[in-house]
């Protein structure tokens, strides 16, 4: 088993910034990547970025390449997203997830066994 905590959510205006953090624990060396999603009201969970647990290679989506940054900090088991010029469509849920080694779809929600709780980020104009 693997526990996700996320933590940094909050509101803040278009254009200004917000870095979130997820800490995990238990059972992690099975781990092969980790990512953000997000969802907003109505819509469909989304994939926004990725970082190999190991590798630390990373991906992101379109929609938020150029702004935010994903990273990880191994020692402390913790990913972080730091989003920068946040836009009022940026404003959802988002949640941290794992997938074990076997997983290669990184975009895809069903690739991930855990999840956390998630943070709300809300962005006015």
């Known amino acids: 088993q693997v526990q996700l905590v996320e933590s940094g959510g909050g509101l803040v205006q278009a254009g200004g910034s917000l870095r979130l953090s997820c800490v995990a624990s238990g059972r992690t060396l099975s781990t092969a990547f980790m990512s953000w999603f997000r969802q907003a009201p109505g819509k469909e969970r989304e994939f926004v970025a990725r970082?190999?647990?190991?590798?630390?290679?990373?991906y992101y989506a379109d929609s938020v390449k150029g702004r935010f940054t994903i990273s990880r900090e191994s020692a402390k088991k913790t990913v972080s997203l730091q989003m920068n010029s946040l836009k009022p469509e940026d404003t959802a849920v988002y949640y941290c997830?794992?997938?074990?080694?076997?997983?290669?779809?990184?975009?895809?929600?069903?690739?991930?066994?855990?999840w956390g709780q998630g943070t709300q980020v809300t962005v006015s104009s």
């Open positions: 970082i190999g647990w190991y590798s630390g290679v990373t």
């Open positions: 997830a794992a997938a074990p080694a076997s997983s290669t779809d990184y975009r895809n929600v069903a690739s991930y066994d855990y």
